[in-house]
Structure formats: C-alpha cells, structure tokens
C-alpha cells in the first residue's frame, strides 16, 4: 500500500511537469556551479499545483512516504513532502507533533532552498517552538550552523513567535548573524526584523541604534522598510 501511495504521488507531480518553467526555476534558484542552489533539479511545477497534490495526499501520506519526497533530487518531490507536513502538523496531536518537529530537525538539510524553507519551516518547527519553550535552544543550534538552510530554518522559525510579540529569540538570532556572508541570510533576518517592527516598533529602534552601523545594508533595508521615509532615511544615512 505505501508503495502505491508514493507511486501515485510521484505520477501527479511528474504528470504536471513543464520543461520551459523547469528551466527558468533553475536559473532563478540559483543551481548553477558554486551557486546557493547548485545542483537542485525542477520539473516546472507551479506553486498551486504543488500545493493541490499536497492537500490530496494529507490525510493518508505517513512520514515514510514524505521522507522518499525528502530525498528526492528533484525540488519539487521535496516540497509537496514537506507542504504535507504543514497540512497535516495541525491535526495532530501533541506525541505526533513532537515526531514531526524531530522529523524535520533531522532532514533540515534536505530543506535545501530558501523558498522550501519559508514556506513550511514556520509551521512546523516554528509552530512547535511557539508552545514548546524549553525546546528553543535548537534555534542557537541550528543559527550557528555552517549549513546555509539550517541557519535560514533558525530565522523563519521565528515567525511564530515574533507574531506572539515574543521577540528574545530573533534578536539573538539577528545579532548573532550580523556578520553572516550569505545575502540570503541577510534578507531572511532583515525581513523578520520588519515583522518585529509591525508589532513593536520601538523593539525595533532599539534594536537598530545599537546594530544598525553592524548590519548588512540589505539586511537594514529589509529591516526599516515599513518605516517613516524620514526615518528610513535617517538610518540609511548612518
């Protein structure tokens, strides 16, 4: 029966394969040599189409069959694996959640492109940290690590918690990574800067008078976006 399952699942992504979308998505995924996503391969799915195979298959797809998408070479396999994950992370209960936080950890390297992880690492790793508190040294963990999308999973795991107005976590995350060489990573946590500034944009300020001579100037850009021309201005210009 999984083995059917996976089949069946494997046929509905490959049946919607665009060859012409496929080669544009390995441009803008940067899969070239010594690139972000070098060696990534795309069959050409849309996002819609990924997430309506995704929801078809959440209610019977077990962790086995998400961790054959997971190791799949090609992004799409591992995205629809991981969107089922996000369908079904609310459903479950507390011992099940804590297997799929753990599940995740564990394949966070096959989380391999900035857009695998913005879209689900906030619903399941964020989502379990939200409640589990005792649990979030994982994101000091994981905000060191040499590995790019690990670091990135750390930041966008925080959405949950910044939208609770708890922000300890991301500006330790954000301090810690001032000098991190990724502009990716430099997007990510500007972008979850301006998240705690549309709750608390005295945090904010805070945050940047003391930094903002340290950050990297997309990441300040990021960060200062929603504000005030006169401010925005007044912190681009230090």
């Known amino acids: 029966m999984a083995g059917k399952l996976i089949t069946s699942i494997k046929q509905d992504i490959q049946s919607c394969?665009?060859?012409?979308?496929?080669?544009?998505?390995?441009?803008?995924f940067k899969t070239g040599q010594g690139e972000y996503g070098e060696g990534d391969k795309f069959l050409g799915l849309s996002m819609p189409a990924?997430?309506?195979?995704?929801?078809?298959?959440?209610k019977t797809a077990s962790l086995q069959e998400?961790?054959?998408?997971?190791l799949s070479p090609y992004h799409e396999f591992r995205m629809v694996g991981l969107?089922?994950?996000t369908y079904q992370y609310p459903r479950l209960g507390e011992t099940e959640q804590k297997k799929y936080y753990d599940f995740y950890i564990q394949h966070a390297q096959r989380v391999n492109n900035w857009d695998l992880v913005d879209v689900t690492a906030p619903k399941v790793v964020g989502a379990y940290l939200q409640v589990h508190k005792n649990d979030r040294q994982i994101l000091k963990k994981l905000g060191r690590s040499k590995n790019l999308w690990e670091r990135r999973i750390a930041v966008l795991s925080c959405y949950p918690m910044i939208k609770d107005g708890d922000f300890k976590d991301i500006l330790w995350l954000s301090k810690v990574l001032l000098k991190d060489k990724e502009d990716?990573?430099?997007k990510a946590v500007g972008w979850m800067l301006r998240e705690v500034g549309k709750k608390d944009e005295q945090a904010l300020t805070i945050f940047l008078d003391k930094y903002t001579l340290q950050m990297p100037r997309t990441m300040l850009r990021y960060s200062i976006e929603r504000f005030k021309e006169s401010k925005r201005q007044r912190y681009l210009m230090l």
Do not use: C, D, W
Request: charged share 20%.
């Open 17 to 28: 394969a665009n060859p012409q979308k496929a080669g544009h998505s390995q441009r803008f």
């Open 50 to 58: 990924q997430r309506v195979i995704a929801k078809r298959y959440a």
């Open 66 to 70: 998400i961790e054959t998408l997971l």
């Open 83 to 85: 969107l089922i994950m």
């Open 184 to 186: 990716l990573m430099h």
